[in-house]
């Protein structure tokens, strides 16, 4: 069952982060996070009504808020970095939030092993291979690897917290809920202190009907985005977290597919060497 909805949350993380990723080139990157969570509030308040998981409100809950709380500022980065591309190499190092959860097992009282050793040695020679190419006389790309850690530690951030926020299936639909009740919340606020700033919340000249015509691009990375968290949880919960947290990073594998597959990204020699040796270091971290 861990390598079941580990693998399913790899497969809707990376799709996810595709379709945010294409969003952030027609609408400004807050904007998609907004409007992707406002959409899955709706669908997980349908469900949280409907299987009466509301009366498995309790403190754990305050994990799932913590969760909300970061992901808004993980989710951000992450889109801007995308839009910024390439999304062959911003993906796997996005990967390297899977040293969070592992962290925090080490704070439990886990030790590492010589393969934990050899993960984070990997891990960072792909961040410098990965970004090298980019930091010399390109500020747009350094600005781009600088997101993507960034959003890496947040991302982590919110798997290490959001395994705890509930217990069962539908304390998990609740913890879901309250975790994108806050992520509106908090994006809301910054997508409004933004407007009154003067940054336009859509593109100039297209006005609302521009959220109509992109509706089911919006709607399926916010679903996609929730439910690969509620799998991450079940996962975590049903079996070692390192086997989780292994699988479930291999997310970054799907979404330089789609790039692959429907951009036609082209990588140069460096860049995928980077980016393979920093997926890789994620695995050998976690599974060390």
Do not use: C
Request: aromatic residues 6%.
């Amino acid at each position: 069952m861990t390598a079941l909805f580990a693998l399913a949350t790899a497969l809707l993380w990376g799709l996810a982060d595709f379709g945010g990723g294409l969003l952030t080139r027609r609408l400004p990157a807050l904007t998609v996070v907004v409007a992707s969570q406002v959409l899955a509030v709706v669908a997980l308040g349908a469900v949280v009504l409907g299987t009466g998981a509301w009366r498995e409100a309790g403190p754990q809950l305050w994990f799932a808020v913590a969760a909300g709380l970061v992901g808004p500022v993980a989710m951000l980065s992450f889109y801007e970095a995308l839009a910024l591309g390439p999304m062959g190499v911003v993906s796997p190092l996005g990967s390297l939030g899977v040293v969070v959860p592992v962290a925090a097992g080490l704070a439990l009282g886990e030790r590492p092993g010589p393969g934990q050793f050899a993960g984070i040695a990997v891990a960072v020679a792909g961040i410098v291979l990965a970004g090298g190419p980019e930091l010399r006389g390109a500020p747009v790309q350094r600005r781009a690897v600088v997101l993507t850690l960034t959003a890496a530690f947040g991302f982590g951030a919110v798997m290490a917290l959001i395994s705890h926020a509930s217990s069962g299936v539908t304390g998990l639909f609740l913890a879901l809920f309250v975790q994108r009740v806050t992520n509106v919340a908090a994006g809301g606020a910054a997508l409004w202190v933004r407007t009154r700033r003067g940054a336009p919340a859509l593109p100039a000249g297209t006005g609302p009907r521009i959220l109509w015509g992109l509706l089911p691009a919006l709607a399926f990375v916010g679903l996609a985005d929730v439910a690969a968290n509620g799998t991450y949880s079940v996962a975590a919960q049903n079996g070692p977290v390192t086997v989780a947290a292994v699988l479930s990073s291999l997310y970054p594998v799907i979404t330089a597919l789609a790039a692959f597959t429907v951009l036609k990204e082209r990588l140069r020699t460096v860049q995928a060497a980077g980016a393979g040796l920093a997926l890789a270091g994620t695995v050998l971290l976690a599974a060390g």
